[in-house]
């Protein structure tokens, strides 16, 4: 089922996290929402919001140029805090 624009939001949430290796929980974290937020847009009972379809695209471009979480999560820890 696609969603807004055409994109599909449970496929690419789930490629996302499997490409990272993300749990729901590390997903969501490193997103700046709510676990179940992540949970509703995986099984298609939501979209994400325009601020989260930011993060989204921004995470997305981050693992396309490292390929793993370790880099993301330990890059975001060190230069946000």
Avoid: C
Avoid at 7 to 26: A, H, M, S, V, Y
Avoid at 27 to 40: A, D, F, P, Q, R
């Amino acid at each position: 089922m696609k969603n807004r624009g055409d994109i599909n939001w449970p496929e690419k949430i789930r490629q996302i996290k499997e490409k990272g290796g993300f749990t729901i929980q590390e997903l969501s974290t490193e997103l700046g929402v709510h676990y179940k937020s992540v949970e509703y847009w995986l099984y298609g009972k939501g979209v994400p919001s325009p601020l989260s379809r930011k993060a989204i695209e921004s995470l997305e471009k981050r693992l396309n140029e490292t390929g793993r979480k370790e880099g993301i999560i330990a890059g975001s820890l060190s230069t946000d805090r």
